[in-house]
């Protein structure tokens, strides 16, 4: 009796980190075999291609092994994201590029027109303001790692004029709890950063006079900006 030969079906992924393939081996003809693919992680299944024909859309598809062998290669390709950026009178928002894959880091610009500042940003609704960086007048914001679309809001607000930055007073300095600033029109927003131009707090004063917990810095030098005006360097003990 002769001995039916066996035929080879090859399965592969057109990159291995974007996905798994499985159900390749050496069948009988005639068998029915399914072969199947699973995208990673922020990836999908384009399609199932044999010498650059599509076959399948589906993840999983059945073949009927003949008197040849075959190859058939899974496509994955990476999910698209965006980005969408808002911003309110006072400024503009610019990003690095329109369209992100994932586990991609999107880089914003934050331009105040002149005359504002920075007040509040948010990213997916969470408050980032904390980990804006200022260059210049300017200030930029590098997102998380992408695994969906995200949005930043940016609402910004209107600087002192001279004369009331001119008034401003802090005291202690150098200072080991609670800095008081004095002489604020109310409404002034105060922002700490350190040295590096990482905000760090943004306070809204409530009065002429706001105290600012300094506490939980550890000792060094820290930058306090009103309004982005008047500009004290702290001393924390």
């Known amino acids: 009796l002769q001995c039916e030969i066996r035929k080879k079906i090859e399965v592969a992924a057109n990159n291995e980190a974007y996905g798994q393939v499985t ?80 586990m991609d880091k999107a880089l914003i610009n934050i331009q105040p027109e002149a005359g504002f500042t920075v007040q509040k940003a948010l990213f997916n609704k969470n408050d980032v303001t904390s980990q804006l960086k200022q260059k210049g007048e300017n200030w930029t914001f590098e ?24 008034t ?25 950063m350190d040295l590096s131009n990482r905000l760090l707090q943004t306070v809204i004063a409530k009065g002429s006079a706001q105290t600012l917990d300094f506490s939980r810095y550890p000792a060094g030098i820290y930058i306090l900006k009103v309004e982005g005006g008047k500009t004290f360097k702290v001393v924390k003990r």
Do not use: C, H
């Open 143 to 166: 997102t998380p790692e992408l695994t969906a679309d995200g949005t930043l809001s940016v609402r910004f607000a209107q600087l002192l004029n001279a004369e009331e930055e001119l």
């Open 23 to 102: 159900g390749g081996g050496n069948y009988l003809p005639g068998s029915k075999i399914t072969i199947s693919a699973t995208p990673n992680n922020g990836y999908f299944l384009k399609a199932w291609k044999e010498k650059e024909a599509i076959v399948s859309n589906n993840s999983s598809f059945k073949v009927t092994v003949g008197r040849q062998d075959r190859q058939f290669v899974a496509v994955f390709k990476p999910n698209i994201y965006t980005l969408n950026l808002e911003s309110g009178n006072g400024g503009s928002l610019s990003a690095d590029k329109k369209l992100y894959v994932y």
């Open 168 to 192: 401003v007073q802090i005291a202690p300095n150098p200072v080991q709890d609670e800095l008081r600033v004095s002489n604020l029109p109310e409404g002034a927003r105060l922002f700490v």
